[in-house]
């Protein structure tokens, strides 16, 4: 929240008082970080039923969340992420995250190189963040209780008064934007490498497919090696910073919050209320399995190299029946 509510209130402020350009960049990263991570870490585990031990706890803090950050609401989300996407539909066209993914462009059969133009293009198509910013709208107006319509609508009424009282522009560019085209980005990004999304064969178990699926995303790469000297010691380190700077942090900060980096770990443990905890958890386990002798999980460095991984892997997956018409979800 302090993130959240912390950027947009910087952003106001760097407008108000003409401050450096820089410090508006940072006041928005805040501000899309936070309501990312209310999203994608708080709200997510919330629907799960895994932040308090009572359900309604847990329905009163998604609402309340989910209505400032104009997301759809906890039933909704619960229905299709916890009962549809971690259950039997998970891997198959059933599953709303894999059908978005397919219906975007992402597709088998379809060449790596032309699938990051079509990612690419999909991050700046107008159409795209208009129709899921629609999504958004609709799904809380729409098939929900009363209470939602009312919480969204004094929600709807006190950003209107903060636009007037700013200004349109001041609005636009510290909550307009990040809250719309440059959240929509992050998420988007996010739900492409959350998963290889590769559909489950007829022979595959459900949990089988989970954890073949499923993979570790982290941040940052090995320092340069020990021994390096003169010029080419001056390029590693530098090309380590830059990685750093412009790749790995942006990545940790707006893409993989929190437990997002083992989101693997999630999936083999569900509603574990240790989730706070998960990078310490998923290590237990997979030294639990090296005492074992084997290793079933996948850990992949950068968030770029995951990207290619995923669309290498859809790439190459059997061309499925055709995907025209799937229901699918953004979030």
């Known amino acids: 929240m302090l993130l959240y509510l912390g950027g947009i209130t910087a952003s106001m402020c760097v407008l108000k008082y003409d401050v450096g350009v820089e410090w508006l960049l940072i006041s928005i990263v805040l501000t899309v970080s936070g309501a990312r991570y209310l999203v994608a870490t708080i709200i997510h585990h919330g629907v799960h039923h895994a932040i308090f031990r009572s359900e309604r706890s847990n329905r009163l803090l998604c609402e309340f969340l989910s209505a400032i950050t104009v997301v759809q609401p906890f039933d909704s989300y619960r229905q299709f992420h916890v009962y549809e996407h971690h259950g039997r539909d998970f891997s198959t066209m059933s599953d709303q995250d894999l059908a978005a993914i ?23 198509n ?18 929900v209780p009363l209470y939602r319509v009312a919480m969204i609508s004094v929600w709807m009424v006190l950003l209107a008064s903060v636009a007037y009282i700013v200004g349109p522009f001041v609005f636009l560019v510290s909550i307009g934007i990040p809250l719309t085209v440059i959240y929509q980005v992050c998420s988007l990004l996010h739900l492409v490498t959350e998963h290889a999304w590769v559909l489950r064969r007829d022979d595959e178990r459900v949990r089988e497919s989970h954890v073949k699926n499923s993979h570790g995303r982290f941040c940052g790469r090995m320092l340069p090696p020990v021994g390096v000297s003169g010029i080419q010691w001056f390029r590693a380190w530098v090309s380590w910073w830059a990685e750093h700077l412009l790749i790995h942090l942006p990545a940790r900060l707006l893409i993989v919050q929190g437990s997002l980096v083992v989101h693997d770990w999630h999936h083999r443990s569900g509603a574990d209320r240790s989730w706070p905890n998960a990078i310490q958890k998923r290590e237990t386990d997979l030294q639990r399995e090296f005492d074992q002798g084997t290793y079933t999980y996948t850990d992949i460095w950068g968030i770029h190299n995951v990207i290619e991984e995923v669309m290498r892997r859809i790439s190459d997956a059997p061309i499925a029946a055709p995907i025209q018409g799937l229901k699918y979800r953004l979030n």
Do not use: A, D
Request: aromatic share 18%; net charge positive.
């Open 102 to 124: 397919y219906t975007l462009g992402l597709r088998p059969g379809v060449p790596v190189e032309r699938m990051r133009w079509i990612l690419l293009w999909q991050c700046v």
């Open 126 to 143: 107008p159409l795209f963040h208009v129709r899921y910013f629609g999504v958004r709208i609709k799904s809380n107006f729409v098939n």
